[in-house]
Nanobody, 123 residues
């Protein structure tokens, strides 16, 4: 079992900043891909940014230049630095991780989601 715990959400004024964290725990062998998704009320969950174990990143166009995704492989932790926040960034943010965990005598794949953290951008 792999658990992802997010932190860092909250209420911020437009133009402000927040930093989200996602810590993974369990019998993790490798985490190949990690990402942040968000879901606004009445909308589907969409990808915000993702990062590979090698540090390659991808962002949705609406956050390019404002958000920065990073990860600490030694700590199995991922971050999302969000700057110049806008009201349309308001959503529940979820972290995702995919990789392998140790079983009795083999590695098995896993895919896990965090519980979500609320980000509200409002004056």
């Amino acid at each position: 079992q792999v658990q992802l715990v997010e932190s860092g959400g909250g209420l911020v004024q437009p133009g402000g900043s927040l930093r989200l964290s996602c810590a993974a725990s369990g019998s993790i062998v490798n985490i190949y891909s990690m990402g942040w998704y968000r879901q606004a009320p009445g909308k589907q969950r969409d990808l915000v940014a993702k990062i590979t174990s090698g540090g390659n990143t991808n962002y949705v166009d609406s956050v390019k230049g404002r958000f920065t995704i990073s990860r600490d492989n030694a700590k199995n932790t991922m971050y999302l630095q969000m700057n110049t926040l806008k009201p349309e960034d308001t959503a529940v943010y979820y972290c995702y991780a995919g990789g392998t965990v140790a079983a009795i005598d083999e590695e098995v794949p896993f895919a896990a989601w965090g519980q979500g953290t609320q980000v509200t951008v409002s004056s």
